[in-house]
């Protein structure tokens, strides 16, 4: 049984920053991937970032140049850090996780947490 948790989304100005956290709980084996989608309403889910335990990391082009994600193994936290930030950018974003070091798949979901964009 794999739990993610999602914090720090909520409202920011055009051109500001944003850091997004996620920590895994589990009662079993490592979670060794940790990623971010996004979903904006009438859209399909979009793939943000993800990194491993091992360092390895994937950033989608969409967002490439004003996102970074990072992973601290021993508070099993990864976090998503954005910079200016857009109008296209509001969504809700969801912390997923994987036991395996693939950053194209993930089998656990976090809630969500929702990133609203305005002045």
């Known amino acids: 049984q794999v739990r993610l948790v999602e914090s720090g989304g909520g409202l920011v100005q055009p051109g500001g920053s944003l850091r997004l956290s996620c920590t895994a709980s589990?009662?079993?084996?490592?979670?060794?991937?940790l990623g971010w989608y996004r979903q904006a309403p009438g859209k399909q889910r979009e793939f943000i970032a993800g990194?491993?335990?091992?360092?390895?990391?994937k950033i989608a082009d969409s967002v490439h140049g004003r996102v970074t994600i990072s992973k601290d193994n021993a508070k099993n936290t990864a976090y998503l850090q954005m910079n200016s930030l857009k109008p296209e950018d509001p969504a809700v974003y969801y912390c997923?996780?994987?036991?395996?070091?693939?950053?194209?798949?993930?089998?656990?979901w976090g809630p969500g947490t929702q990133v609203t964009v305005a002045s």
């Open positions: 990194i491993t335990s091992g360092g390895r990391s």
């Open positions: 589990t009662d079993r084996f490592a979670v060794n991937t």
């Open positions: 997923s996780g994987s036991y395996y070091y693939d950053l194209d798949s993930y089998a656990y």
